[in-house]
């Protein structure tokens, strides 16, 4: 029987960040322009002490107008007309493990998905114990990448919409092929 310890997952100042974002899975809160939204998330990390480069990737469904929105408002759009879910996370996946070897300086990596699977979850883990800062919104024991209170109420705070409420960020793993 291993032991799990709960990582504390923080985003580390002086680092190039980067975000990997489901759109389909974490839309942006009604009454919220992707603008605004773009604009919060960089503030958000800047407000952890991160004030380098921040880039974020938006794996957006094939609707050119959406976008065209999404490109408009600065995200790195990411998209393929024949890709369902499945084929969308291990893009991600792929996309993710290439810029963190096109970026070899220790990172920060958070992910917005909700079927991160063991695959990559155990990768994410090894990029952890490699000195990567990895934040993700779906998590396992088992990848000994157990977010922080701090960690979950900050990647859930990105996601405030206009009057307060959010979507909760619950940590807990899906199923990859449900």
């Not at 109420?153 to 307060?164: A, C, E, I, R, V």
Request: hydrophobic fraction near 35%; charged fraction near 25%; include cysteine.
């Amino acid at each position: 029987m291993s032991v799990i310890y709960n990582t504390p997952l923080i985003l580390h100042a002086g680092r190039k960040t980067c975000v990997f974002w489901d759109v389909e899975d974490y839309p942006i809160p009604d009454g919220i322009d992707p603008a605004s939204f773009y604009l919060n998330i960089k503030e958000s990390i800047k407000k952890q002490g991160c004030h380098e480069e921040v880039s974020i990737q938006a794996y957006v469904p094939d609707d050119d107008e959406l976008r065209r929105k999404y490109e408009d408002a600065g995200f790195i759009i990411k998209s393929d007309p024949h890709d369902g879910k499945d084929e969308r996370i291990c893009t991600m996946f792929v996309e993710l493990m290439l810029w963190a070897h096109e970026n070899p300086k220790l990172t920060n990596i958070i992910v917005l998905a909700k079927n991160i699977g063991d695959d990559m979850g155990y990768r994410l883990g090894g990029l952890y114990g490699r000195g990567q800062a990895i934040l993700l919104s779906q998590s396992d024991p088992e990848w000994d990448l157990l977010p922080s209170e701090s960690s979950t109420w900050f990647l859930t705070s990105l996601f405030d919409g206009p009057s307060g409420t959010s979507q909760r960020l619950d940590n807990k793993k899906q199923k990859m092929f449900s």
